[in-house]
C-alpha cells in the first residue's frame, strides 16, 4: 500500500525530481492539460473532487515514512492547479498566468496561507495549496472580467 500511496502522492513520482519538485509536477500536470486530447478532463469537478479526497490520505501516508511534510509529495500542488483551472476556459497565455499565480501564492503562502500547514497530517500538505488555488483562482476570476486575453475563469 505504501508503494500506492507513493506513487499517488508524488504524482507519478515528479515528486522525486531533483529540484523544485512542485514546479516540477505542477508543470507535468499542466502539460498533460495542454497537450492530451481531452486533457482538459484533468480540471473536471469529479476530478478535482476524487483527487482531493485521495490527496489528505496518501500525503499522510508518505509523510509518516518520509517526515512531516516532504517535498517529494505533490499531489497538494495537483489539487490546487485542479482549483485554478477547473470549469475554466483558459487561453494558453490564461494557463500561463494561473501556473504564475498559484506557485507565486504557494511559495508565498500569504495569511491565512501560512497557518494552514500547522493543521495534522495531511491535511496540512493539502490545506495551503487548496488555498493558494483558490486566491489564483480569484485573481483569474478578476482579471478575466477586464479581458478576454486569458480566456474565462468566471
Not at 507519478?12 to 486533457?39: D, H, N, Q, R, W
Not at 496518501?58 to 470549469?87: F, N, W, Y
Not at 500538505?125 to 478576454?148: E, H, K, P, Q
Request: aromatic residues 12%.
Amino acid at each position: 500500500m505504501n508503494g500506492l500511496a507513493t506513487l499517488v502522492a508524488t504524482f507519478f513520482y515528479t515528486g522525486f525530481f531533483p529540484f523544485a519538485p512542485a514546479t516540477f509536477a505542477t508543470a507535468v500536470f499542466l502539460a498533460l492539460y495542454l497537450l492530451i486530447p481531452g486533457g482538459e478532463v484533468l480540471a473536471h469537478w469529479a476530478v478535482l473532487v476524487a483527487t482531493a479526497i485521495i490527496s489528505v490520505p496518501v500525503s499522510t501516508r508518505v509523510e509518516r515514512v518520509r517526515g512531516k511534510d516532504p517535498h517529494c509529495v505533490v499531489i497538494d500542488e495537483i489539487v490546487g492547479m485542479q482549483i485554478v483551472l477547473v470549469a475554466a476556459q483558459p487561453t494558453l497565455a490564461g494557463v500561463a498566468v494561473a501556473f504564475l499565480l498559484f506557485r507565486a501564492f504557494d511559495v508565498l503562502k500569504p495569511y491565512p496561507i501560512n497557518r494552514l500547514q500547522a493543521l495534522p497530517g495531511g491535511w496540512g500538505i493539502v490545506a495551503d495549496d487548496v488555498l493558494a488555488g483558490l486566491y489564483a483562482r480569484a485573481v483569474l476570476v478578476i482579471i478575466s472580467l477586464a479581458t478576454n486575453l486569458l480566456g474565462s475563469f468566471s
